[in-house]
């Protein structure tokens, strides 16, 4: 009896082992190809976009200097750093900034877990949202355009990732990127409503509170008032706190309870609230270990393209004799050595027009490498935390990993051909000599 006793307790104290399957998740072609495409779209908004040219640069400094260094710094000084430097010297847009400064504090979060260094880790991921909140705050209308493209774009990637994640890994099957898009666009209402009614609930909250502080201005009689509703207004600020908390803790569940239970978008945020409120160090534990988990992984995919980028530079410079009008060789001149830290090394400023094309070909293809790798992320991402909550609905409600939300046209497709045959001729009408 004490064998049997044990011996389901010590399989519930292993389960956070399934958490390695995503690296053999995430690289399911279908996904990839999800991920990839989600990418490229954004990129690609984001890169028209920026032909608005509206982040101001310091003069002479090709660039590097602008807005969001100054912010980051000193959010005072933007005002002064715009007047004084507006005009002078063609700007960059938001897109192209926000890219690099969060590939930068993306390496130095990976860096960070890499060492087990969590608040290194925590500060990157801070001055990436500080940097969200400077192109709100300075670019508003741009970001919201920009935010609404990629909300759609994500929540129609994100909810189809997370079906192909929740299928593999109850059933063990592969549906097809049709199938999972189509899933994913027929839940599109709540995948977007899911990440944003915790938003909309907190600023009513807060919009409650601050109409409580407008009755403090009424003379005399305001200090009364705010008195009185003082508990009303602790009330909103503790549901404020709970919504927030639940938020940033369960918000990568949402999605998943989404694509595993086919639930609507409150249900999905009162589940996932649940598990972050009734398991938080299992919650932040599995949170931990996948993002360990995740940065080892990236390290690997990046090793992969690089050498597969670098054996291709060598191998084609071994083949090419001839020089180029610049006297390099001629695979150097319009593709540079690849490098660990820096794979696009494309030049598309050659002499004549052949090598300027060529440079111009190889950053594409060279593109397409790191767009892969950053498909890798995505997917990983999704995939993770599909897996993270199949184990805490296991552990908080008793619900057997295999146990998913199954869609009608999957059980039809499911249904032997005998019992499909049976059923339409139970609904074929009788003809009428009969």
Known sequence: ??????????????????????????????????????????????????????????????????????????????????????????????????WSFAAERFEGTVDSLLRLNFPGAVENIAQYTTAVCWAFRHHMVYCAIFGIIKLIVICIAGGAICRISALQFALGEKPGISDAILYSLKKFPSFAAAPLAPIGISLCLGVFIFLIGLFGNIPRAGELIVAIGLPLALVAGTLIAIVLIGTIGGFNLMFPALAYDGLDCFDAISRSFNYVYSKPWRMGFYTALVSVYGAICYIFVRFFAFLMLYSTHWALRLGVFVKSSGGMNKIDTI?????FSNLITAQTDA??????????????????????????????????NTIIYALMRSRVDNTPLDEIHITEEKIESLQPDSEKSASQDKTEPLDSGQ
């Open 335 to 339: 593709w540079p050595q690849p490098e």
């Open 1 to 98: 009896m004490a064998n049997l006793q044990t011996e389901p307790n010590f399989l519930e104290s292993c389960m956070f082992t399934k958490i390695f399957q995503t690296f053999r998740l995430s690289i399911h072609p279908s996904k990839l190809v999800i991920a990839f495409g989600a990418i490229a779209i954004i990129a690609v908004a984001g890169t028209l976009m920026d032909i608005a040219k509206t982040v101001v640069v310091r003069p002479d400094t090709n660039g590097k200097v602008t807005e969001l260094q100054i912010y980051m710094h000193n959010p005072d000084n933007v005002k002064t750093f715009i007047q004084n430097n507006k005009g002078l010297e063609k700007g960059r847009g938001v897109f192209s900034v926000l």
């Open 351 to 384: 002499a004549i027009w052949s090598e300027s094309a060529g440079a111009f070909i190889i950053y594409l293809f060279v593109l397409v490498v790191l767009g892969l790798v950053m498909a890798f992320l995505l997917s990983f991402y999704f995939s993770a």
